[in-house]
């Protein structure tokens, strides 16, 4: 009855993350896009627009380059402006990049769109988890994030079709359109009521919970609020620092990094981006590679919709724990199948192997990984700290996503599949990591979680 009531109350946070969906979505299509669309690029018989496999690689990793330099934007805008607005900010930068993708005639231009669709997806990961985080009910705050990540796994399937069956231009007007969706209804939302607090804007403020939660007893949620956040209004550059210097919120920073760095060194992202050319290289023949990654990518949506039931029942930890281990296993899974075509197995016969290798891949990214580190950002850090720390969280994860992007291709040539290795070892450690240090969230308020951090 009262999880009833907490849904029938909390429906207004649920248009919220759908309006936030439509952004996971664009910029899940932008990182779809590479692996089909890198194929096609690097054929000189099939692209109005011909490169090197080192320019290639550029394509791939300038989103993640852009991506840390959207870090240090967004921490900025989200400073000046509020997570609300920082949000709508995502879809003018979105709308630029697509812009220069649609005019594309020269690699020059596909560097310029996927260097500013890289700071949109950077300014993404800030905004959007502290605007949710501040919107939501702890009882609801994974799903939300849940859903919201479901727009990347959706979005990543149709990027893989669009950049397999549609123009460089005609994939520019689509992404448009729902950006300008966006754009035009997302404005209407009110503000978080941690903004306007900030702001002393506190009949604004107390409206704004009124609308986001419509059950809540809006007196003492102010009140809890105000108690909350009434450090941020006088923070100077020598209060930041002791802040960062405070023994909970050093380690609560230290174990977000830790969490982006192992994901990014497996090389989850950089496995999509490549997974046409990693297919056609395993030998699959049984399916065109480009439908194949369609097909996978499809199948693995399921994860996605698994994390929105398990992260507010089974909690985080577990979640990605077990994430973290079934990503290390199919990548162990790629490198096998390499390893068996090295010693002399037919292909034919082994096609399944990589195939299922691939699918586990795409359903546990979806289950743990896109979903949970999000979700514990949007949590963890006290409102004073919360946008410094996700711009530190997010560039890092940015920039080592971008060397392990990069040097990929060098990788492959050095070492062939034993890389898969490596990444498998990284999510092991990442899963070690999650269940030993990791803090549980599930359930609790903003202003719990930072008395639980206190007391450890």
Known sequence: MTSMLVRCGSWP???????????????????????????????????????????????????????????????????LTGSKTSALHIGVVQVISLVC??????VSWLYASRF?????????????PLYIGEISN?????ALVGTIANGMAIGYVVGNVTGAYMSIPSFAVSMLSVTVLFLMTFYWLPKTSHRLVLTDKMEEAAAAIRWYQRDADVPVELASLQKFVKDKQSMTINHLVTEFLLPHNRIALFKVIMVYVLMQLSGLYTVGFYMEIILKKGGVTIIDPAMAVIIISTIGLAGGWVAMCTIDTFGRKLVLTISATGLAVSLVGIALHYRLLEAGYDPNHLQWFIITSVIILECFINLGIVPIPSTILSEIFAPNIKSYSSCIANIISGLIAFVTTQSYQLMIDSIDYNVYYIYALMMMLLGVFTMTQLPETKGKSLQEIQNMLMRK
Not at 30 to 55: C, F, V
Not at 122 to 127: E, L
């Open 13 to 79: 946070q649920w248009i919220a993350a759908i309006e936030i969906f439509m952004m996971a979505f664009v910029c899940g299509v932008e990182t779809g896009w590479t692996s089909p669309s890198l194929a096609i690029l690097l054929d000189n018989t099939r692209t109005s627009i011909p490169m090197t496999k080192s320019q290639g690689s550029w394509v791939a990793s300038l989103l993640n380059i852009g991506r840390a330099v959207g870090g240090l934007v967004g921490a900025v805008d989200l400073e």
């Open 101 to 106: 993708l649609a005019v594309a005639d020269t």
């Open 116 to 128: 500013i669709g890289g700071v949109a997806t950077g300014m993404f990961f800030i905004s959007f």
């Open 138 to 142: 702890p009882r609801i705050r994974g």
